[in-house]
Structure formats: C-alpha cells, structure tokens
C-alpha cells in the first residue's frame, strides 16, 4: 500500500457524460500528479499540482481538467467522454524535495460505453 | 519513435534465474531514473530510483545507469514467482517540470 488513495475502483459511463476523479496523497505529500494508462499509449502524464497550483502539463485534453483543494486532495474532472477515454486513471504523489520519487494510487478503471 | 523504448516481452525464466530488463532512451537531458513493478490492474509500485549514471543494489535488485550509451537495467537475482508482473522504467529531467516518462513496460513471467 503506498499511502495514496483513490475514488472510486471503477467507473462505467457513456458516452459525452463527465465523470469527477479523486485522489488523497500520502500524508505530508505536497505534489500530486495524474497519468492515464491505456494499451496502446501506455502510461502517459497528464498533469502536476504541487501545494494547490498547477506545476506542469503532459498532453492532457482540454476535456480534461484538474484541481488540487487546501486539504491537498486532488480531482481529475473529464468531460464529454469518447469512447477513447476509457483507460486506467492513476494519482501519485511524492515527498517534499524528492518530486521524482512519485508513488502511485490504485487507480480509476474507467469505462466508456 | 519513442523517447523510452523497453521489450514489451514476455520474458518466461525458471525459478531462481537471474532476470535482467533494458529500457534504451532518445532524451540526454534524463537524469533521474526509476523502475517500477506493476501487477495486473494494480498500480505501480516503485523499486529502484537512481540518479545520474552507477550501479544501485537493494536486496535481490540492482539498478544500473549507463548515460553514455543511454541504457539503463534491472537485475532481478533468485527470481521468485512473486516476481511476475509488468516492469516498468521510467525517467524524468527537472526542467519538465517532474513528470515521468515510461517505458512501455516488460512482462516478467517466474515459472515454479
């Protein structure tokens, strides 16, 4: 267990519905970050929050979008959902001074029908 | 082409083999590298970070880094077959802003 957490398990939706991702870091994580895995991109970043403010952004869809609260949790909103959206959703975070040492959540499995 | 190339395998061994995984990569500028297990439907889990080129041992696993030839490894000794799962190398450079960028992944079977 890495001390991250995320909601739910898994998700099935249809089609240009949206759906809300959240992920709790480990205690004292300040950095929390969002990748998407999919069998024929592998696992790709999607986006950095460190202490409530975006840090950094991977090829992440403008149907996508994300926030970090004062309490650090994050969420990962994605809308107008394509069937192409359906991948595993996965949260990491990392210590304070060691931001390339991320441990990941469980993940989301998401569904698109 | 992609910036982190790894065999997608499988790699099948026997028990108690010395398993060795390769990720070959484009980008000069990676510093820091990382390799992680991931089972079926399970996130990763992180085994191995290294910085800068060496080797790094921990338990059954080492790491190696060799920057000039852009090649990085992973030693698995005594394989267990709690060893299977997908491994994946992964690298970042500080000034992208920390994300990683993965290796497509190795699947590792142990046969009893």
């Known amino acids: 267990d890495s001390g991250v957490t995320q909601t739910p398990k898994h998700l099935i939706t249809a089609t240009g519905q949206r759906v809300t991702l959240r992920c709790s870091p480990r205690s004292g994580d300040l950095s929390v970050y969002w990748y998407q895995q999919s069998l024929d991109q592998g696992l790709q970043f999607l986006i950095q929050y460190y202490n409530g403010e975006e840090r950094a952004k991977g090829n992440i869809l403008e149907r996508f979008s994300a926030q970090q609260f004062p309490d650090l949790h994050s969420e990962l909103n994605l809308s107008s959902l394509e069937l192409g959206d359906s991948a595993l959703y996965f949260c990491a975070s990392s210590p304070r001074g060691r931001v390339n040492e991320q441990f990941f959540g469980p993940g989301t499995r998401l569904t698109v029908l | 082409q992609k910036e982190v190339e790894q065999d997608p395998g499988p790699l099948s061994v026997p028990e108690g083999a010395i398993v060795s995984l390769n990720c070959t990569y484009s980008n000069s500028a990676f510093q820091y590298f990382m390799w992680y297990r991931q089972y079926s439907r399970k996130g990763p889990e992180l085994l191995m970070y290294?910085?800068?080129?060496g080797n790094k041992e921990d338990g059954r696993f080492t790491a190696q880094v060799d920057k000039s030839s852009k090649y990085i490894s992973l030693f698995i000794r005594d394989s267990q077959p709690s060893d299977s799962a997908t491994y994946l190398c992964?690298?970042?450079?500080?000034?992208?802003?920390?994300?990683?960028?993965f290796g497509g992944g190795t699947r590792l079977m142990v046969k009893p």
């Open positions: 992964a690298m970042s450079d500080n000034n992208a802003g920390n994300m990683l960028t």
């Open positions: 290294t910085y800068s080129s």
